[in-house]
């Protein structure tokens, strides 16, 4: 197992204070069979709201309304991940090969008023 450590900031200043739109943070990595989050922080400042969601994809994505004008904007991420081992593979198989035209066996092979029914 590796254990992976991402920082992250991000800094604005502005002459003045400025309203600040809603803002849209794909900060979190996307978790899978190899790949678990052990520990995540995030720091925002000024005065904000986060709302959580996943996308189609399954990401998570922070949504962050801010309700006042700010003269700074400053986003911090610390993410601790743990890579596991890669997943196992299989050798690829081939298809089972079925001869045409099928033919059946006997045992497999009805005769109902004329017609050849196949038993399965």
Do not use: K
């Amino acid at each position: 197992m590796q254990t992976i450590t991402v920082q992250h900031t991000t800094r604005y200043e502005y002459v003045r204070a400025v309203h600040l739109h809603r803002h849209r943070l794909v900060m979190r990595p996307r978790e899978g069979h190899d790949l678990r989050i052990e520990q995540m922080t995030l720091r925002i400042e000024p005065e904000h709201a986060v709302t959580w969601v996943r996308d189609v994809f399954g990401n998570s994505i922070a949504w962050v309304d801010f309700p006042q004008p700010a003269a700074a904007l400053l986003v911090e991420s610390d993410v601790v991940i743990s890579r596991l081992a890669p997943f196992p593979t299989q050798e690829m198989h081939l298809p089972a090969r079925v001869p045409y035209p099928v033919s059946y066996g006997a045992a497999r092979r009805v005769c109902v008023s004329g017609t050849f029914v196949y038993r399965r």
